[in-house]
């Protein structure tokens, strides 16, 4: 099949490998901004919190509120919670009487005047975001209480701005750690690329997918066909041995029955029109080598089954692996054993390829990943492990086809386009 030559297979992988590391990268880099955000929020309102509740639970100020002169008190305490808010490291600590009348401010002009935030309207502590005279802020106020008694309240904040500043260094190591994973991912892709290019050299993805797709229809030919030659082999060796025997009548029946099936198939490749002499070859091999195996084949080709876009070797892939898979699934599972194969054409004119087992079918949780590259069930050595399938899929969807599983029994299902559509 004749392809537009594009980037080579080892670009590709170079290009995937690259854009999958840099948006790993950006999601990491995201990950840890938000984690670090959440965090210095986190420890924001644990630290306004704490120092809230601790101003709230001196002696002094509750002693200073209750006396109920605002001046005095503000004389008193103000000084105390400067050194508060530097040794605390917080933006503010405003100390207020029940009805919110600031006794204490960062900014001594604000004092005597309402208090700019949520008052709760109960006796408890409340943490939020609310912009003050000093901006946004993360805040937390708590009551003052003496003897049982409500007397006050405090308030603690720590700006937006401090918060986006602690966060600074945090962004730093972010942004050096995805730029690291990036560079180390990029070495990687390169890495990858020379690899391929050993292997690929300059061809593009398509030439390389011929390549396997070629491999792979001269290995099931060639297993079809060295099936046939010893089973006629056999059959050809019991006939002369019969001859020297004397007994010429039974050679000429095995004779006769071996031309006799072989002409079966063989009629119903030449019976169709539009049909593809090297995918009739292959199937008279298969048709040896399910005998040779020990199972029933049966053929079906209708004479009208129209012929696919796919050329001689994609073809050859196609049916060859799916039966293939199927001589392997039948020849592991119990009596009877068979494959079935029937080329036919579809209401829609396409050619529909249907090839059926009596195997014990694929587990639901292998469904999902049986046509993908490089899984199979066969042992780790078997040849051709994890290819045939996948590659089978890539020929079908290059081709603008359809690939289907079912069960009962076990049904691949090809519908590919006619090589006139």
């Known amino acids: 099949m004749e392809r537009r030559r594009g980037r080579s297979a080892a670009s590709r992988v170079f290009a995937l490998s690259a854009g999958a590391v840099v948006v790993l990268a950006l999601v990491t880099a995201g990950i840890l901004l938000w984690d670090g955000q959440r965090a210095v929020r986190a420890e924001a309102e644990r630290v306004t919190s704490a120092v809230a509740q601790t101003v709230a639970d001196t002696g002094e100020v509750a002693e200073a509120l209750a006396a109920g002169d605002r001046d005095a008190a503000s004389a008193a305490l103000q000084p105390q919670i400067e050194a508060v808010m530097a040794d605390a490291d917080v933006d503010f600590v405003t100390i207020m009487d029940p009805d919110g009348v600031r006794i204490t401010h960062r900014d001594r002009e604000q004092i005597g005047k309402t208090y700019l935030g949520t008052i709760p309207d109960d006796d408890v502590a409340l943490t939020e975001e609310f912009t003050g005279t000093l901006g946004p802020s993360v805040r937390t106020i708590v009551p003052v209480h003496l003897d049982g008694e409500q007397v006050g309240w405090v308030s603690v904040g720590v700006t937006v701005g401090t918060i986006s500043a602690t966060l600074a260094p945090r962004i730093l190591v972010a942004v050096a750690i995805a730029a690291a994973l990036a560079f180390a991912g990029l070495v990687g892709a390169v890495i990858a690329r020379r690899a391929t ?18 491999y792979e229809s001269l290995r099931t030919l060639g297993e079809a066909l060295r099936a046939q030659t010893h089973e006629h082999g056999n059959r050809l060796h019991t006939a002369i041995a019969l001859l020297e025997l004397g007994r010429t009548r039974e050679a000429i029946d095995i004779l006769a029955e071996n031309s006799r099936q072989s002409q079966l198939l063989v009629d119903q490749v030449a019976a169709r029109r539009d ?7 292959l199937l008279l091999g298969k048709a040896s080598q399910a005998k040779e195996r020990g199972v029933q084949w049966r053929a079906r080709i209708d004479p009208d089954a129209p012929r696919s876009a796919l050329s001689p070797i994609d073809a050859v892939s196609v049916v060859g692996n799916l039966i293939d898979n199927a001589l392997d699934a039948a020849a592991s599972g119990d009596q009877p054993r068979w494959v079935d194969v029937r080329m036919t054409r579809t209401d829609e004119n396409e050619l529909e390829i249907a090839v059926a087992d009596s195997g014990s079918g694929v587990p639901d949780n292998l469904r999902a990943r049986i046509l993908e590259h490089g899984f ?12 045939g399938l996948a590659l089978v899929r890539g020929i079908v969807d290059d081709a603008g086809g359809i690939l289907t599983l079912s069960e009962g029994p076990t049904t691949f299902r090809v519908i590919l386009p006619r090589r006139d559509a």
């Open 275 to 281: 049909g593809d002499p090297t995918v009739g070859a």
């Open 376 to 387: 199979s069930t066969k042992p780790a050595g078997a040849a051709g492990r994890g290819v």
């Open 197 to 214: 290019r050993r292997v690929t050299g300059d061809l593009p993805a398509g030439a390389v997918r011929d390549a396997v797709s070629s």
